[in-house]
């Protein structure tokens, strides 16, 4: 296994259904770290280019519109085979094959308005991570252990913040 950064997006369809919390708790109950984050509404631009390797399909047009229809979540996903398991965690990209469990078997209605999207492969991740994240916004993870909550206290007579468990 070798430590991998994924774009996720939780699509139009996701962001008003305030499934961002419910997913994104997904991602980190999987050991997954997020280390972007960005709410953007796509312009037609920005939604064709990002598909571009999707133009001449017949659906484009329809997802065009679907990716334009309102404000989407724009993630960098980093771990173990990132790529790999954050397409696990969302499933297959129609709902009706999807694995029971997964997000889009969960929320997605239907192949067209699928929840989310995810890298397919370790190019795909990096120009995608690029074409959202390429003028800044990475925050590399600086702390230890960031991914174990509550943290191990190192200092016992460091005050506990009230949130954690005591
Ligand atoms: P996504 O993983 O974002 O990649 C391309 C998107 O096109 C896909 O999810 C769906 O939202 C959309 N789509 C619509 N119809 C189809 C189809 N028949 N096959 C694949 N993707 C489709």
């Not at 972007?36 to 399909?57: C, D, G, N, P, W």
Request: hydrophobic content about 40%; overall charge negative; charged content about 25%.
């Amino acid at each position: 296994m070798s430590v991998e950064q994924a774009l996720s997006i939780i699509k139009p369809d996701g962001v008003q259904k305030n499934l961002v919390g419910e997913i994104v708790g997904r991602f980190e109950k999987a050991g997954l770290e997020i280390i972007a984050a960005r709410m953007i509404h796509l312009s037609r631009e920005q939604a064709e280019e990002f598909y571009t390797v999707h133009k001449e399909r017949p659906f484009f047009d329809d997802l065009i519109s679907y990716m334009m229809s309102g404000p989407v979540m724009v993630l960098v996903l980093q771990g173990d085979s990132a790529i790999n398991a954050n397409r696990e965690i969302m499933g297959a990209t129609n709902p009706a094959d999807a694995e029971p469990g997964t997000i889009r078997a969960d929320f997605a209605e239907s192949i067209e308005e699928n929840i989310v999207h995810g890298s397919d492969g370790p190019d795909t991740a990096l120009q995608e991570i690029a074409f959202f994240f390429g003028d800044g916004g990475i925050c590399p993870r600086t702390r230890q252990d960031c991914t174990k909550w509550p943290p191990a206290r190192s200092n016992s007579n460091r005050r506990p913040h009230p949130m954690w468990p005591v």
